[in-house]
């Protein structure tokens, strides 16, 4: 058993067993940190948009799975408010490190906690208002089983929000082949590693195998050009985090990626193709728990 806080005052007990053998696809090296940061940067208001319409309010105690580096904590942090407070938990000890370290230089450090705790076993000793997660679910063998285990642990009429892509739909106009054989060769990782590529569209089913009333659903997304954009730099990142599962699993290799000139070589292409990239859509999907 492994817990960390910020607060030290407020520890966690969370109790851990039989942990998920597979290992996140992206790595836990600093790159990938920088990587989350800049991704939740990118999509920081499409997953404020989704917690506010799920309802999440100041007071609430807020539960954030899979919180990797403390961004989402730290927004449900600010619209829970003073009153509220937030545990994030995370597989990755280093992740959790990071997390308490960026938290640690906001105002809101005594209120956000934060534990390292596989999902598939996590059980908490407490009771939430709210549990929330974004882009978790796809690396979960059974996301159904945690979400309903987690369900046990909100209140009655506490809400469910989940935040997921549906990668397939990634596309530019025109094509820009480069931009999109990276595309291909992600999916490609994923499937053969066994995590999931559509979890965004699969939540609506997720919520219900999991015993859950069906979801209000919105589906959001950043479509992007020019050579001011950050979606250059972002897709290479990702390329990047994945490179070393992609050399294992067949996919690619680093010299045919060609990283070190990758988001210059993606940025030319789109610039001179005058291309709209059209990311893949991020599916938020809330609930709230049977009273
Ligand atoms: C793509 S990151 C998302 C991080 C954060 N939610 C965000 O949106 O910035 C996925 C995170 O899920 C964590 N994770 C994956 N499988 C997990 C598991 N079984 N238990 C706990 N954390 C897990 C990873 O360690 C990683 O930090």
Not at 92 to 111: F, G, I, K, L, M
Not at 114 to 143: C, K, N, Q
Not at 166 to 184: A, E, G, H, N, Y
Request: neutral net charge; glycine residues 8%; charged residues 25%.
């Amino acid at each position: 058993m492994e817990t960390t806080s910020v607060d030290r005052n407020r520890k966690s007990e969370i109790r851990v067993s039989g942990p998920d053998s597979r290992p996140y696809v992206l790595g836990e090296t600093e790159a990938e940190f920088r990587r989350l940061e800049m991704q939740s940067a990118f999509i920081r208001d499409l997953t404020e948009d989704v917690l506010k319409r799920a309802g999440l309010k100041p007071g609430m105690r807020v539960l954030d799975i899979g919180c990797g580096v403390g961004d989402v904590a730290t927004l449900a942090g600010e619209l829970v408010g003073p009153t509220g407070s937030v545990l994030g938990v995370d597989r990755s000890a280093a992740s959790v490190r990071t997390a308490e370290r960026r938290v640690a230089q906001t105002r809101q450090h005594a209120r956000i906690r934060f534990a390292v705790a596989d999902l598939d076993s996590f059980v908490p000793d407490e009771t939430f208002d709210a549990v929330v997660g974004r882009l978790v679910l796809m690396y979960l063998p059974d996301p159904a089983a945690t979400l309903r285990r987690l369900a046990g642990h909100l209140r009655p009429g506490g809400i469910l929000v989940f935040q997921e892509l549906s990668m397939p739909s990634i596309r530019s106009v025109p094509d820009t082949p480069q931009f999109l054989r990276c595309k291909s060769w992600i999916m490609e990782t994923f499937e053969r590693t066994g995590f999931e590529t559509d979890m965004g569209g699969k939540l609506f089913a997720t919520f219900l195998t999991a015993g859950l009333p069906g979801p209000e659903m919105i589906s959001a997304g950043r479509a992007e050009g020019g050579h001011r954009s950050l979606v250059y730099a972002y897709m290479a990142a990702t390329m990047q985090s994945l490179l070393s599962a992609m050399e294992r699993a067949g996919v690619t290799t680093a010299d045919e990626v060609g990283i070190d000139d990758l988001a210059e070589r993606l940025r030319d292409e789109a610039v001179a193709r005058k291309a709209c990239i059209i990311l893949p859509p991020f599916i938020g999907a809330w609930t709230n728990k049977p009273a």
